[in-house]
Protein backbone atom coordinates (compact mmCIF):
# COMPACT_ATOMS: atom_id res chain seq x y z
CA UNK A 1 0.00 0.00 0.00
CA UNK A 2 1.37 3.13 -0.64
CA UNK A 3 2.14 5.40 2.16
CA UNK A 4 1.86 9.30 2.27
CA UNK A 5 2.98 10.46 6.13
CA UNK A 6 2.99 14.31 7.54
CA UNK A 7 4.62 15.21 10.19
CA UNK A 8 1.63 16.89 12.19
CA UNK A 9 -2.21 16.36 12.19
CA UNK A 10 -2.62 19.65 14.03
CA UNK A 11 -0.33 22.81 14.60
CA UNK A 12 -1.07 25.80 16.73
CA UNK A 13 1.51 28.45 15.40
CA UNK A 14 1.55 32.58 16.45
CA UNK A 15 1.53 34.90 13.30
CA UNK A 16 4.91 35.82 12.36
CA UNK A 17 6.30 32.29 13.09
CA UNK A 18 8.23 30.16 11.01
CA UNK A 19 6.08 27.11 10.44
CA UNK A 20 7.28 23.54 8.89
CA UNK A 21 5.30 21.03 7.21
CA UNK A 22 6.99 17.65 6.52
CA UNK A 23 5.47 15.01 3.91
CA UNK A 24 6.94 11.62 3.17
CA UNK A 25 6.21 8.71 0.98
CA UNK A 26 7.19 5.33 0.89
CA UNK A 27 6.66 4.37 -2.99
CA UNK A 28 9.33 6.01 -4.99
CA UNK A 29 7.31 8.42 -6.35
CA UNK A 30 8.84 11.14 -8.63
CA UNK A 31 5.93 13.63 -8.18
CA UNK A 32 4.64 15.29 -4.67
CA UNK A 33 2.66 18.09 -4.36
CA UNK A 34 1.13 20.45 -1.22
CA UNK A 35 -2.35 21.30 -1.41
CA UNK A 36 -4.57 23.45 0.71
CA UNK A 37 -7.89 22.89 1.54
CA UNK A 38 -10.59 25.26 2.45
CA UNK A 39 -14.50 25.75 2.90
CA UNK A 40 -16.35 26.11 -0.43
CA UNK A 41 -12.78 27.12 -2.06
CA UNK A 42 -11.81 22.92 -2.12
CA UNK A 43 -8.05 22.07 -2.96
CA UNK A 44 -5.66 24.50 -4.62
CA UNK A 45 -1.98 23.67 -5.61
CA UNK A 46 0.28 25.62 -3.72
CA UNK A 47 3.68 23.72 -5.14
CA UNK A 48 4.55 20.84 -6.80
CA UNK A 49 7.66 18.72 -7.47
CA UNK A 50 8.34 15.96 -9.92
CA UNK A 51 11.87 15.30 -9.05
CA UNK A 52 14.62 15.77 -6.39
CA UNK A 53 15.21 19.32 -5.85
CA UNK A 54 12.89 20.79 -8.96
CA UNK A 55 9.91 22.83 -7.70
CA UNK A 56 6.78 24.26 -9.64
CA UNK A 57 4.62 27.02 -8.54
CA UNK A 58 1.15 26.02 -8.45
CA UNK A 59 -1.83 28.48 -8.06
CA UNK A 60 -1.72 30.08 -4.63
CA UNK A 61 2.16 29.66 -3.70
CA UNK A 62 2.64 33.35 -2.57
CA UNK A 63 3.26 32.78 1.26
CA UNK A 64 4.93 29.59 0.93
CA UNK A 65 8.27 28.01 -0.06
CA UNK A 66 8.74 24.44 -0.57
CA UNK A 67 12.32 22.12 -0.10
CA UNK A 68 12.49 18.39 -1.62
CA UNK A 69 16.02 17.38 -0.91
CA UNK A 70 15.48 14.18 -0.87
CA UNK A 71 12.84 11.89 -3.38
CA UNK A 72 10.75 10.98 -0.38
CA UNK A 73 10.69 14.47 1.27
CA UNK A 74 8.93 17.32 0.08
CA UNK A 75 8.89 20.15 2.83
CA UNK A 76 6.12 23.35 2.86
CA UNK A 77 7.35 26.63 4.98
CA UNK A 78 5.55 29.43 5.77
CA UNK A 79 7.88 32.05 6.47
CA UNK A 80 6.22 34.33 8.51
CA UNK A 81 2.82 32.28 8.94
CA UNK A 82 -0.52 34.78 9.10
CA UNK A 83 -3.77 33.80 10.30
CA UNK A 84 -4.90 33.81 6.43
CA UNK A 85 -3.00 30.52 6.07
CA UNK A 86 -5.66 28.95 8.56
CA UNK A 87 -6.03 25.84 6.91
CA UNK A 88 -6.34 22.26 6.22
CA UNK A 89 -2.92 21.25 4.42
CA UNK A 90 -2.77 18.14 2.40
CA UNK A 91 0.49 16.32 0.46
CA UNK A 92 0.37 14.14 -2.33
CA UNK A 93 2.29 11.90 -4.59
CA UNK A 94 1.98 10.08 -7.76
CA UNK A 95 4.18 8.44 -10.59
CA UNK A 96 5.16 10.40 -13.25
CA UNK A 97 3.02 8.88 -15.99
CA UNK A 98 3.91 9.59 -20.00
CA UNK A 99 0.87 11.27 -20.96
CA UNK A 100 -1.57 11.45 -18.36
CA UNK A 101 -1.95 12.34 -14.83
CA UNK A 102 -1.39 9.39 -12.72
CA UNK A 103 -3.45 8.88 -9.28
CA UNK A 104 -2.48 11.36 -6.45
CA UNK A 105 -2.05 9.53 -3.18
CA UNK A 106 -2.78 11.80 -0.20
CA UNK A 107 -1.68 12.05 3.23
CA UNK A 108 -3.79 12.25 6.64
CA UNK A 109 -3.29 16.13 6.24
CA UNK A 110 -2.27 18.75 8.66
CA UNK A 111 -4.73 21.24 10.57
CA UNK A 112 -3.04 24.20 11.22
CA UNK A 113 -4.20 27.09 13.05
CA UNK A 114 -2.42 30.81 13.41
CA UNK A 115 -3.03 33.08 15.89
CA UNK B 1 -16.12 30.62 -13.77
CA UNK B 2 -14.72 28.23 -11.66
CA UNK B 3 -12.79 25.07 -13.91
CA UNK B 4 -14.67 22.48 -11.62
CA UNK B 5 -18.20 23.37 -10.80
CA UNK B 6 -20.12 20.68 -8.64
CA UNK B 7 -23.42 21.12 -6.98
CA UNK B 8 -22.45 20.94 -2.81
CA UNK B 9 -25.81 19.49 -1.72
CA UNK B 10 -26.03 17.52 1.09
CA UNK B 11 -27.72 14.60 -1.18
CA UNK B 12 -29.86 13.12 1.69
CA UNK B 13 -30.56 9.91 -0.14
CA UNK B 14 -32.59 6.93 2.08
CA UNK B 15 -30.53 3.73 2.26
CA UNK B 16 -30.91 1.56 -0.82
CA UNK B 17 -31.49 4.48 -3.12
CA UNK B 18 -29.77 5.35 -6.42
CA UNK B 19 -28.00 8.80 -6.71
CA UNK B 20 -26.65 10.79 -9.49
CA UNK B 21 -24.32 13.48 -9.36
CA UNK B 22 -22.85 16.15 -12.11
CA UNK B 23 -19.82 18.03 -12.40
CA UNK B 24 -18.74 20.22 -14.95
CA UNK B 25 -15.33 21.41 -16.68
CA UNK B 26 -14.55 24.72 -18.06
CA UNK B 27 -11.04 23.13 -19.87
CA UNK B 28 -12.39 21.13 -23.19
CA UNK B 29 -8.40 20.66 -23.43
CA UNK B 30 -8.56 18.39 -19.87
CA UNK B 31 -7.87 14.99 -20.67
CA UNK B 32 -7.79 12.92 -17.33
CA UNK B 33 -11.06 12.73 -15.52
CA UNK B 34 -11.55 11.18 -11.67
CA UNK B 35 -13.93 10.90 -8.86
CA UNK B 36 -12.38 11.33 -5.50
CA UNK B 37 -14.37 10.51 -1.81
CA UNK B 38 -12.79 12.17 0.95
CA UNK B 39 -14.71 11.12 4.58
CA UNK B 40 -15.43 13.53 7.01
CA UNK B 41 -11.45 15.24 8.45
CA UNK B 42 -9.61 13.06 5.85
CA UNK B 43 -7.97 12.80 3.18
CA UNK B 44 -9.16 12.48 -0.81
CA UNK B 45 -9.15 8.80 -1.77
CA UNK B 46 -9.59 7.98 -5.43
CA UNK B 47 -12.68 6.48 -6.43
CA UNK B 48 -12.41 5.56 -9.90
CA UNK B 49 -11.21 7.07 -12.50
CA UNK B 50 -13.55 8.27 -15.21
CA UNK B 51 -12.85 6.86 -19.22
CA UNK B 52 -14.44 8.45 -22.70
CA UNK B 53 -16.84 4.64 -23.21
CA UNK B 54 -18.35 4.85 -19.33
CA UNK B 55 -16.54 2.68 -16.81
CA UNK B 56 -18.65 1.01 -13.94
CA UNK B 57 -17.36 -0.77 -10.48
CA UNK B 58 -19.69 -2.79 -8.76
CA UNK B 59 -22.39 -0.31 -7.49
CA UNK B 60 -20.82 3.02 -9.11
CA UNK B 61 -20.91 3.99 -12.78
CA UNK B 62 -18.98 7.06 -14.25
CA UNK B 63 -20.20 8.81 -17.22
CA UNK B 64 -17.68 11.69 -19.49
CA UNK B 65 -19.35 13.91 -22.19
CA UNK B 66 -16.38 15.19 -23.74
CA UNK B 67 -18.82 17.39 -25.98
CA UNK B 68 -20.72 18.92 -23.00
CA UNK B 69 -17.77 18.89 -20.71
CA UNK B 70 -19.45 17.30 -17.99
CA UNK B 71 -18.84 13.94 -16.08
CA UNK B 72 -21.24 11.96 -13.64
CA UNK B 73 -21.21 9.72 -11.08
CA UNK B 74 -23.96 6.67 -10.38
CA UNK B 75 -24.28 5.27 -6.95
CA UNK B 76 -26.71 2.43 -7.20
CA UNK B 77 -28.49 0.63 -4.09
CA UNK B 78 -26.80 3.03 -1.59
CA UNK B 79 -25.00 1.71 1.81
CA UNK B 80 -24.72 4.35 4.95
CA UNK B 81 -20.91 3.81 3.93
CA UNK B 82 -21.39 5.75 1.01
CA UNK B 83 -22.04 8.77 3.24
CA UNK B 84 -19.04 11.47 1.92
CA UNK B 85 -17.99 13.96 -0.55
CA UNK B 86 -17.49 13.21 -3.88
CA UNK B 87 -14.48 15.44 -5.37
CA UNK B 88 -14.77 15.96 -9.07
CA UNK B 89 -11.32 16.05 -10.82
CA UNK B 90 -10.03 16.71 -13.86
CA UNK B 91 -6.73 17.45 -15.34
CA UNK B 92 -5.54 21.33 -16.08
CA UNK B 93 -2.52 22.48 -17.81
CA UNK B 94 0.37 24.45 -14.78
CA UNK B 95 3.28 25.42 -17.21
CA UNK B 96 3.55 21.92 -18.93
CA UNK B 97 2.51 19.80 -16.41
CA UNK B 98 -0.98 18.34 -15.95
CA UNK B 99 -1.67 19.26 -12.61
CA UNK B 100 -5.12 17.80 -10.97
CA UNK B 101 -8.11 20.91 -10.43
CA UNK B 102 -10.49 19.67 -7.71
CA UNK B 103 -14.33 20.67 -7.72
CA UNK B 104 -15.04 21.78 -4.22
CA UNK B 105 -17.10 18.21 -3.69
CA UNK B 106 -20.84 16.93 -3.66
CA UNK B 107 -21.79 16.12 0.04
CA UNK B 108 -23.84 12.69 0.07
CA UNK B 109 -25.65 11.86 3.58
CA UNK B 110 -27.19 7.97 3.28
CA UNK B 111 -29.66 7.54 6.02
CA UNK B 112 -31.06 4.47 7.55
Known amino acids: DVKVTQSSRYLVKRTGEKVFLECVQD?????MFWYRQDPGLGLRLIYFSYDVKMKEKGDIPEGYSVSREKKERFSLILESASTNQTSMYLC??????????????FGPGTRLLVL | RKEVEQDPGPFNVPEGATVAFNCTYS??????FFWYRQDCRKEPKLLMS???SGNEDGRFTAQLNRASQYISLLIRDSKLSDSATYLCVVTGMNTGFQKLVFGTGTRLLVSP
Open chain 1, 27 to 31: MDHEN
Open chain 2, 27 to 32: NSASQS
Open chain 2, 50 to 52: VYS
Open chain 1, 92 to 105: ASSFQGLAYQETQY
